[in-house]
């Protein structure tokens, strides 16, 4: 993201740009990059710092692409470019679910999804899908198989052959429709995506299945069991 950024603003292909890995060796502590926040506050501080480098290299030598001012400047220009946590820098989606329920077991099986998402621009298609279906995965996980199991005040389903991720093929097809209008705070009108798609899975599945089978369940995971009880409740 960061190159690609810088090199947008630059004019200059990709691979003219080297991001350079920090350490904690040589940079500040800081708060880590949670908060789907990068692409926003990061991709926002690498643009300023590109235009800064423009701006240098314009100085330096004035009336050329930056290509032949990256030639013909000798030395290295150091710039630095700051940015603070933007307004508009989520994205806002939504979830449709299709979901199969059997009524005599409880079974349900999501067969169908599709994401719409408000991301503003798109830098990297490859890492925005990434981490749209990525999101998903998590919150299906969340909202069908994952739960933390205690006997007597001890984790009794520590380890993943007990503990039920979910996996490639536990996962349905994911249909992604990305909404691109209402430009963000990030770089070029960008949003942030990250783990913003988790939440509302668990939501849509149970709005699913109430619709499908006629019962509620409020608690999650959504499992086989919880439905079946709802079902003989009624």
Do not use: C, W
């Amino acid at each position: 993201m960061m190159q690609r950024v810088v090199a947008t603003e630059l004019g200059i292909p990709l691979e003219r740009v080297v991001v350079r890995r920090g350490t904690t060796a040589d940079t500040p502590a800081e708060a880590g990059i949670g908060g789907s926040r990068v692409t926003p506050v990061v991709g926002g501080a690498a643009l300023a710092g590109a235009r800064a480098l423009r701006e240098r290299l314009e100085s330096l030598v004035p009336g050329k692409p930056v290509t032949a001012q990256l030639e013909r400047a000798k030395g290295r220009a150091r710039v630095e470019g700051k940015y603070e946590h933007p307004a508009g820098m989520h994205s806002t989606y939504g979830y449709a679910v299709d979901v199969e329920v059997d009524r005599e077991t409880g079974q349900v099986r999501v067969s169908d999804v599709v994401l719409v998402v408000d991301v503003g621009t798109v830098i990297n298609p490859v890492a925005l899908r990434g981490q749209l279906v990525g999101g998903f995965a998590f919150g299906f996980g969340q909202a069908l198989t994952e739960e933390l199991l205690f006997e007597d005040g001890v984790l009794t389903n520590a380890g993943l052959g007990d503990y039920k991720l979910p996996t490639i093929a536990d996962v349905p097809p994911v249909r992604v429709v990305l909404i691109t209008d209402e430009k963000g705070g990030g770089p070029f009108g960008a949003k942030s995506v990250g783990e913003l798609t988790n939440p509302a899975v668990g939501g849509a599945i149970a709005n699913a299945i109430e619709d499908a089978a006629g019962v509620r369940v409020r608690s999650l995971p959504l499992t086989a069991e919880k439905v079946r009880a709802a079902l003989a409740a009624r």
